[in-house]
């Protein structure tokens, strides 16, 4: 599994849907624990974002935008 996969799948565990936010650390540590870099989880999150799935918000959150 890839880090964009990762990602999707710590979202979608937290049940969100569009609309929703959600702190970055929660998909962070998990994602630290399944063995990702950090640079890894950043480049997948940026990636997400420019395909307008998510959207980095103000307060290290993350808004859902598309359904996961």
């Not at 964009?4 to 569009?18: H, S, T």
């Not at 609309?19 to 994602?31: C, E, K, M, R, T």
């Amino acid at each position: 599994m890839d880090a964009v996969e990762a990602v999707i799948k710590c979202l979608r565990k937290l049940d969100l849907k569009p609309g929703d936010n959600v702190n970055i650390y929660a998909i962070g540590a998990p994602l630290i624990d399944m063995g990702f870099d950090p640079e890894a989880i950043i480049d997948a999150v940026c990636l997400l974002e420019a395909q307008k799935v998510i959207q980095l918000i103000p307060g290290n959150q993350i808004s859902i935008l598309k359904p996961l």
